[in-house]
């Protein structure tokens, strides 16, 4: 971004477009936010489950996730499928996906980093503007009843670390011990004290009205429907849209 650049327009007004708002704010740019919807959060931040969980930082980039997604494409309830109707589009990213798998490790430890300074800005974000939104501060437990699994994640714990991540390993009485409602078989888990839920939805609302009273502009119930793109950046008649407004 050039630093002549001063105005900014952020497109999409959930959790990832008004938290990226609030920090161009505190960075001095003006910036504008367009989301087609009535309100903030009203698509995937609307009932998205609010974990903060740096423990999910494994990247996907490793064959076993290749292996699982050719056996999910049979299975009807599989938790992620794919259309393997031929696209140029599908298939090219699909060997992006592959050719990253030599950096699985890197990119693992990498995330897990950002994961770690995420939690920390959500945090502040909300003590600095005095809000509330119902966060839990009880960890986040992972079991597991196969023991392959159990050895994957045990690789994955020294990732996790390495990236400066603390998580306990449990046995299945440990497990049971600190969460009494699981009756299912289990062999073990990971406890990650430091991860934490909230509501996602609750927290992009109130973070958008604090964006709003530091000079944000939103542009709601409006679709983006053409930027002109210049030498250096966006021109200053930067964007065309339809508002319902």
């Known amino acids: 971004m050039s630093k002549s650049i001063q105005n900014v327009a952020v497109i999409g007004a959930g959790i990832t477009g008004i938290t990226t708002a609030y920090a161009l704010l505190d960075r001095g740019f003006n910036v504008t936010i367009f989301d087609k919807n ?33 056996k999910w494409m049979f299975e009807p309830g599989a938790p992620l499928l794919m259309n393997p109707k031929p696209s140029w589009h599908k298939y090219s990213w699909m060997a992006e996906f592959m050719g990253n798998i030599p950096n699985y490790r890197t990119n693992t430890v990498q995330t897990v980093k950002m994961a770690i300074e995420a939690r920390k ?9 005095g809000f509330d939104f119902d966060c839990e501060d009880r960890g986040i437990l992972h079991i597991y009843n196969d023991p392959k699994e159990l050895a994957h994640a045990r690789k994955v714990n020294q990732l996790l670390k390495d990236g400066g991540l603390e998580r ?70 930067w964007i065309e849209y339809d508002s319902a407004q």
Request: hydrophobic fraction near 35%; include cysteine; charged fraction near 25%.
């Open 38 to 70: 009535r309100y903030a959060a009203m698509e995937t931040s609307f009932a998205n489950g609010g974990q903060l969980s740096a423990s999910n930082a494994e990247v996907w980039t490793h064959w076993g996730t290749i292996f699982k997604g050719i």
């Open 121 to 129: 800005h959500l945090r502040s974000y909300a003590q600095r503007e």
């Open 168 to 237: 306990d390993e449990l046995s299945a009485d440990e497990v049971r011990a600190l969460e009494p409602a699981i009756k299912s078989d289990l062999i073990g888990g990971f406890y990650t004290k430091s991860d934490f839920t909230g509501d996602i939805h609750l927290y992009t609302r109130r973070l958008s009205e604090a964006c709003a009273r530091r000079g944000a502009v939103f542009h709601h119930q409006s679709k983006v429907t053409h930027m002109t793109k210049s030498h250096d950046g966006v021109d200053d008649d």
